[in-house]
């Protein structure tokens, strides 16, 4: 075989395998072809806003609420006379601080007034709260601003829960 034939063989060999790996756009840069416009365009179309984005702040928001609540109520929660700390769950009613109205009962250990002013709270901060969640998967009839009000009513729904839960705290230990 001459060499200019077998060149042209390894060049064929290698680019049935270029075009087995990277696909058409490479082959066409390795034949020395330029690039359309059409084809630039085509291979960034998903580049644009972060779809992970709103996720992330979502959680960043819940956590960056629920630490400080969390370190209130264990300031609340192991501050008064000795006799009365050792009464009171302190690491049980820290750890609940996401149950919201729910810490009071938790911290007087389930008695029957804390429960019901508790459940009168979450009666109202509940749905509140529901509003929250739930406007992050109903679809808005509307695309400006969309994000925007979800993370705030995000936000608002979970700083009333949390905060409920310190309102509820302030009877028990009334």
Not at 18 to 38: C, K, N, P, Q, V
Not at 55 to 84: E, K
């Amino acid at each position: 075989m001459p060499a200019t034939g077998r060149n042209e063989a390894v060049t064929a060999a290698c680019m049935i395998w270029i075009r087995g790996l990277a696909g058409d756009l490479f082959s066409g840069l390795w034949m020395g072809r330029a690039m359309t416009s059409s084809a630039t365009d085509a291979d960034f179309y998903d580049i644009g806003e972060s779809k992970i984005l709103p996720s992330r702040v979502r959680w960043y928001i819940l956590v960056g609420l629920l630490v400080p609540f969390t370190a209130l109520t264990y300031l609340a929660v192991s501050s008064g006379s000795p006799s009365d700390v050792r009464q009171r769950p302190v690491a049980l009613t820290t750890l609940a601080t996401i149950t919201g109205p729910f810490i009071g009962p938790i911290a007087r250990n389930g008695q029957s007034c804390c429960l019901q002013f508790s459940i009168f709270l979450a009666a109202i901060c509940g749905p509140l709260l529901a509003l929250g969640l739930i406007a992050q998967v109903v679809p808005l009839p509307f695309r400006r601003g969309q994000q925007a009000l979800r993370l705030t009513l995000w936000t608002f729904g979970w700083f009333v829960w949390l905060f409920s839960g310190h309102i509820s705290f302030t009877h028990a230990l009334s």
